[in-house]
């Protein structure tokens, strides 16, 4: 039977975001931990994953139509996404002048009045597109509301911002004055 890369990426993501302890793993302040300790812990989880090598996961980095993962130097890591208690350390970088933010129309009532806030992940989740924060939206309501971020003015005023991947960046909490409505 095939490997099925999805549920691998998805059980991944439990182990690598949300709870490492369940895997017996331990991340470091960054958020990487060793493949051979995920890759030992995934094999114990499930027998059909009791061949998986590290090349099962670079198809499956390969295989995903966004970035979730980064591998180097043997140790493996989650770009975004943690609800850790430990907060990942990322390295602030300078934004874009604009990102945006899907959301339901209640939330987005609540966000331009009270700002951005990470909620139960580490960070504030931002997209580099209309159309990704059409599709996050989407996920929390029927006609999603996509807000505009005025990333490069909140960074120039103190809101730190950190590179997610290619299409999201994270932030801190980001204040309602560098919020708008699309």
Same mark, same amino acid.
């Given at each position: 039977?095939?490997?099925?890369?999805?549920?691998?990426?998805?059980?991944?993501?439990?182990?690598?975001?949300?709870?490492?302890?369940?895997?017996?793993?331990?991340?470091?302040?960054?958020?990487?931990?060793?493949?051979?300790?995920?890759?030992?812990?995934?094999?114990?989880?499930?027998?059909?994953?009791?061949?998986?090598?590290?090349?099962?996961?670079?198809?499956?980095?390969?295989?995903?139509?966004?970035?979730?993962?980064?591998?180097?130097?043997?140790?493996?890591?989650?770009?975004?996404?943690?609800?850790?208690?430990?907060?990942?350390?990322?390295?602030?970088?300078?934004?874009?002048?604009?990102?945006?933010? $899907?959301?339901?129309? &209640? %939330?987005?009532? !609540?966000? @331009?009045?009270?700002?951005?806030?990470?909620?139960?992940?580490?960070? +504030?989740?931002?997209?580099?597109?209309?159309?990704?924060?059409?599709?996050? $939206?989407?996920?929390? &309501? %029927?006609?999603? !509301?996509? @807000?505009?971020?005025?990333?490069?003015?909140?960074?120039?005023?103190? +809101?730190?911002?950190?590179?997610?991947?290619?299409?999201?960046?994270?932030?801190?909490?980001?204040?309602?004055?560098?919020?708008?409505?699309?």
């Amino acid at each position: 039977m095939p490997l099925d890369y999805k549920r691998l990426s998805k059980t991944i993501a439990v182990a690598l975001r949300h709870n490492p302890e369940k895997f017996g793993l331990t991340l470091d302040t960054e958020g990487w931990t060793l493949v051979d300790d995920l890759l030992s812990a995934l094999r114990r989880r499930n027998r059909e994953w009791r061949d998986l090598t590290g090349t099962d996961l670079l198809k499956m980095i390969e295989q995903s139509t966004k970035q979730r993962y980064e591998l180097r130097d043997g140790k493996i890591r989650a770009f975004y996404g943690h609800s850790l208690d430990e907060k990942i350390e990322k390295t602030p970088a300078e934004p874009p002048e604009m990102l945006y933010h $899907g959301t339901s129309p &209640a %939330a987005a009532a !609540v966000i @331009l009045a009270e700002g951005l806030k990470p909620m139960s992940r580490q960070y +504030v989740h931002l997209s580099t597109d209309l159309q990704t924060a059409q599709m996050v $939206g989407s996920r929390h &309501a %029927a006609s999603p !509301v996509v @807000l505009i971020v005025q990333a490069l003015a909140a960074y120039q005023a103190g +809101v730190q911002f950190y590179l997610g991947n290619e299409d999201i960046w994270l932030a801190d909490d980001i204040p309602p004055q560098f919020i708008k409505a699309s």
